[in-house]
C-alpha cells in the first residue's frame, strides 16, 4: 500500500465548477500535511498546508481528518488557470531534524472552457 | 529574490556514464533536499542536508547515487555508472528551516536522459 494515495484522476470540469480532491495517508505518525500545485513540465509549488481545523484561502478550502487519515482540497468556482495537477503531500519527522516530504502520485485537473 | 536554480536543465548521457546535478538553493536557506520525479509520479525522497551534512540519506536508491554540499550552500548529485532506469526529473528544494511546516521551495528541475 502506497503511504499516500489520491484519486487516480483526471478531473474534467467545465468552467465554474467545484471539484473535490480526496487523500488517504497510511503513517499515522505524519505531522504537517499540504496540497502543492504542479503545471506540466515545472516544479511543484506550495498551493496550502492542511490544518486540523480546516483552512480556506479564497476558493480553495482544505480539512485534515487524523482519525481517518484522510485530507481534501475543494475547488470551488474553477478557473481554466486552476489546470494543473494537484500533489497531496505528507510529512513525517525521520529523525537527525529530518522532516521527510512524502508525495502521493498527484490527480490532474483540467478546466474546460 | 532568486528562486532554486539547477543546472543543467537536461542531460542526456550513454548508459554507464557519470554524471554531476548540481543546485545553487535560495540564499540563507540552510535545509536542502533532492527528490527523484519519474513521469507519472510524485517526487520521491533521495536526501536531505541540515547545513553541509548529509542528516538523512535513506532515500538514495543504491550506492550509486551520492551527493554533498561542501560549503552548506551549493549541492551537487552524483550518479554513477548511469542505467536506463535513472531516467527522471531530479528535483532539489530548500527551505529556511527543517520544520515540519517549514515551506519547501523547488528549482525547476534537471530532466536526466540516459540512452
Known amino acids: 500500500r502506497k503511504e499516500v494515495e489520491q484519486d487516480p484522476g483526471p478531473f474534467n470540469v467545465p468552467e465554474g465548477a467545484t471539484v473535490a480532491f480526496n487523500c488517504t495517508y497510511s503513517?499515522?505518525?505524519?505531522?504537517?500535511f499540504f496540497w502543492y500545485r504542479q503545471d506540466c513540465r515545472k516544479e511543484p509549488k506550495l498551493l496550502m498546508s492542511?490544518?486540523?481545523s480546516g483552512n480556506e484561502d479564497g476558493r480553495f478550502t482544505a480539512q485534515l481528518n487524523r482519525a481517518s487519515q484522510y485530507i481534501s482540497l475543494l475547488i470551488r468556482d474553477s478557473k481554466l488557470s486552476d489546470s494543473a495537477t494537484y500533489l497531496c503531500?505528507?510529512?513525517?519527522?525521520?529523525?537527525?531534524?529530518?522532516?521527510?516530504?512524502?508525495f502521493g502520485k498527484g490527480t490532474k485537473l483540467s478546466v474546460i472552457p | 529574490g532568486a528562486g532554486v536554480s539547477q543546472t543543467p536543465s537536461n542531460k542526456v548521457t550513454e548508459k554507464g556514464k557519470y554524471v554531476e546535478l548540481r543546485c545553487d538553493p535560495i540564499?540563507?536557506?540552510?535545509?536542502l533536499y533532492w527528490y527523484r520525479q519519474s513521469l507519472g509520479q510524485g517526487p520521491e525522497f533521495l536526501i536531505y542536508?541540515?547545513?553541509?551534512?548529509?542528516?538523512?540519506d535513506s532515500g538514495l536508491p543504491n550506492d550509486r547515487f551520492f551527493a554533498v554540499r561542501p560549503e552548506g550552500s551549493v549541492s551537487t548529485l552524483k550518479i554513477q555508472r548511469t542505467e536506463r532506469g535513472d531516467s527522471a526529473v531530479y528535483l532539489c528544494?530548500?527551505?529556511?528551516?527543517?520544520?515540519?511546516?517549514?515551506?519547501?521551495?523547488f528549482g525547476p528541475g534537471t530532466r536526466l536522459t540516459v540512452l
Open positions: 503513517n499515522s505518525a505524519s505531522q504537517s
Open positions: 503531500v505528507v510529512t513525517s519527522y525521520s529523525g537527525a531534524g529530518s522532516y521527510q516530504l512524502t
Open positions: 492542511v490544518y486540523s
Open positions: 528544494a530548500s527551505s529556511h528551516t527543517s520544520g515540519s511546516y517549514n515551506e519547501q521551495f
Open positions: 542536508f541540515q547545513g553541509t551534512g548529509a542528516a538523512d
Open positions: 540564499s540563507g536557506h540552510t535545509a
